[in-house]
């Protein structure tokens, strides 16, 4: 079992930036792949951002790229998604989550269904 605790999010202008945190327990968290998610309001889930066990590989959804960083440090358990340059279509709830499958072999269809451990979810508000 592995427990996800995001932190971080908040109000912020549109132009500025955030960073959220995800903070895992349990099992190794090296072991496994991470991802953000975000949903907003009326919208399904979106996969974001991924990273794999070791950090060495980055994915990112076309939306983001560019503006958002995805970063793990094993040593403290902890992935965070910096945020700059966001607007206020980036609102959303965002969630941390888990696999311990290859993010790098999976369909954008196939990534929210893969991910093992979700946690709660932190909301980012973004004003225009």
């Known amino acids: 079992q592995v427990q996800l605790v995001e932190s971080g999010g908040g109000l912020v202008q549109a132009g500025g930036s955030l960073r959220v945190s995800c903070a895992g327990s349990g099992r190794t968290f090296s072991d496994y792949s991470m991802a953000w998610f975000r949903q907003a309001p009326g919208k399904e889930r979106e996969f974001v951002a991924g990273?794999?066990?070791?950090?060495?590989?980055?994915y990112y959804v076309d939306s983001v790229k560019g503006r958002f960083t995805i970063s793990r440090d094993n040593a403290k358990n902890t992935v965070y998604l910096q945020m700059n340059s966001l607007k206020a279509e980036d609102t959303a709830v965002y969630y941390c989550?888990?696999?311990?499958?290859?993010?790098?072999?999976?369909?954008?269809?196939?990534?929210?269904?893969?991910?093992?451990?979700w946690g709660k979810g932190t909301l980012v508000t973004v004003s225009s």
């Open positions: 989550a888990a696999t311990r499958g290859n993010i790098g072999t999976m369909t954008m269809a196939a990534l929210t269904y893969a991910m093992d451990y």
């Open positions: 990273i794999s066990w070791s950090g060495g590989n980055t």
